[in-house]
């Protein structure tokens, strides 16, 4: 028989690992992971093509270099880097805050060529301060987050990946039909 201490420690533990329930380490929550292999066409799109690739792999995915071997076949349509002033200092009118934008789009088809997502555009934004006395590390500063951006485009569209069910794709008999019905006559 239980006592009443055993009962109380016990809830206690089972709530706390009920508590845990929308946790997971990365690549093992919902959807599992990326059970495809991809081909990533970057036409004009370096850096999210090489984030794209780099998040693929890390979520289980397999690359590949031709589209015929390829489940997913993933076009990214060049990437478009912004950079826009957000605030001047009033006393020196020299440049304070800057915000860096992302601007790409993606469409995914599988090998045959059925489209399974419609071209989607994906902009993504970053603020930070511009230091007018340290010139040298706002430039790496820049293409740091640039490279950052470009992680969070990747990780949203491998995001999108990891979750698609292909369509079940059986090869299409009408053609071959009337193509043997054409040849008998």
Same mark, same amino acid.
């Given at each position: 028989? @239980? +006592?009443?201490?055993?009962? @109380? ?13 929308? %946790?997971? @380490?990365?690549? /093992? ?16 799109? *370096?850096?999210?093509? &090489?984030?794209?690739? +780099?998040?693929?792999? *890390?979520?289980?995915?397999?690359l590949t270099n031709t589209r ?8 990214? *349509?060049?990437? &478009?880097?912004?950079?826009?002033? @957000?605030?001047?200092?009033p006393d020196t009118g020299k440049? =304070? ?5 992302? +601007? ?14 419609? =071209?989607?555009?994906?902009? %993504? ?8 006395? /340290?010139?040298?590390? $706002? ?15 990747? $990780? ?23 193509? *043997?019905?054409?040849? /008998?006559?």
């Amino acid at each position: 028989m @239980l +006592t009443h201490l055993t009962r @109380l420690g016990l809830a206690v533990v089972l709530a706390m690992l009920a508590g845990c329930g929308g %946790w997971h @380490l990365r690549g /093992a929550g919902p959807g599992g992971s990326l059970d495809h292999i991809v081909y990533v066409s970057a036409g004009g799109a *370096n850096d999210v093509g &090489r984030a794209l690739r +780099t998040q693929i792999v *890390n979520r289980g995915g397999r690359l590949t270099n031709t589209r015929q071997a390829a489940d997913l076949v993933v076009d990214i *349509n060049g990437e &478009r880097f912004e950079r826009q002033t @957000l605030s001047v200092d009033p006393d020196t009118g020299k440049v =304070r805050e800057v915000q860096l934008q992302l +601007t790409t789009s993606f469409a995914v088809r599988t090998q045959s060529g059925t489209l399974v997502v419609p =071209r989607e555009d994906i902009s %993504w934004q970053l603020d930070y301060v511009f230091d007018e006395g /340290a010139v040298l590390g $706002t430039v790496e500063q820049d293409q740091v987050i640039r490279r950052d951006l470009a992680e969070i485009a990747a $990780t949203a569209i491998a995001l999108r990946l990891q979750v698609l069910e292909l369509p079940d794709e059986e090869p299409d008999e009408e053609p071959v039909a009337a193509v *043997n019905a054409a040849a /008998a006559q």
